[in-house]
């Protein structure tokens, strides 16, 4: 079987896996779960191991295939969502519990047209408006689905009312000013490893080297800086003429 054909197989082995069957199932074991949020997660998740076949076929294809996996998957989103009342980093954003200006680790789920994208953090969507620099290295392809991203300072526009769980009850790719939206700046982007943990990151930022900056591309997160010359303490004595002699 050759790398590209694992996103068909999966869909394949999945086929006879839909929403309304696995919601029905969590149900019978105690989760009240609505379809349109198991149809939601359920999506991810298939891409979610349709990525583990692409980076190594032979050792996730059992796995990838297995439908016990996927279940247990929407038992562990299930549970931690709707029994232990815990949420998602971008979901704990847009409901305003978390600040949407901490370093946060997404990726590119999506391009829309113009300068707009889809980001998750592996459970959840979000549309992001990028700034005129980012937009640029968009245009320049250097910005693609599937990339992982550093994000910190950004800011969230979301309509009094609205929360996470309007991920799911509207169509996420609509233009609509209603739906909650990431606004991000070039200074406080960049590109994240492939191994990169997705969700809130222990470091309260990321550093810029100063070559990577753009005037007009907002808040510099932190800066890489390496001290070239140290210079002995100088004083400086004003005249009454208001020249200054060192």
């Known amino acids: 079987m050759r790398v590209g054909e694992s996103p068909r197989m999966v869909e394949e082995d999945f086929s006879n896996l839909t929403a309304e069957g696995v919601a029905d199932i969590l149900r019978r074991e105690g989760v009240d779960v609505s379809v349109p949020w198991m149809a939601y997660h ?30 247990n998957q929407c038992r562990f989103r299930a549970n931690y969502e709707f029994v232990s009342r815990r949420y998602s980093p971008l979901a704990m954003v847009v409901d305003k519990q978390e600040l949407a200006a901490r370093h946060l680790v997404v990726y590119v789920s999506r391009i829309l047209d113009g300068p ?86 222990r470091a309260p930022y990321f550093p810029r080297f100063l070559i ?17 010359r140290i210079y002995p303490l100088l004083m400086s004595v004003r005249s009454r003429s208001g020249r200054s002699k060192f």
């Not at 233009?175 to 943990?197: E, I, M, V």
């Open 212 to 228: 990577g900056m753009r005037r007009t591309g907002g808040i510099v997160p932190g800066a890489v800086m390496t001290i070239q």
């Open 116 to 201: 707009t994208c889809i980001l998750s953090d592996g459970w959840y969507c979000v549309k992001a408006e990028l700034d005129d620099a980012l937009a640029d290295v968009h245009r320049r392809g250097r910005i693609s689905v599937g990339h992982k991203l550093h994000i910190w300072g950004s800011r969230i526009q979301c309509s009094p009312g609205l929360g996470a769980q309007d991920f799911i009850d509207h169509n996420i790719t609509q233009r609509t000013s209603d739906l909650p939206k990431l606004l991000l700046h070039y200074n406080g982007t960049a590109r994240a490893t492939w191994d990169a943990t997705l969700g809130f990151q």
């Open 42 to 71: 359920l999506d991810l998740l298939k891409r979610k191991f349709m990525a583990y076949q692409r980076l190594v076929v032979d050792r996730f294809k059992s796995v990838c295939s297995s439908t016990d996996m996927l279940l």
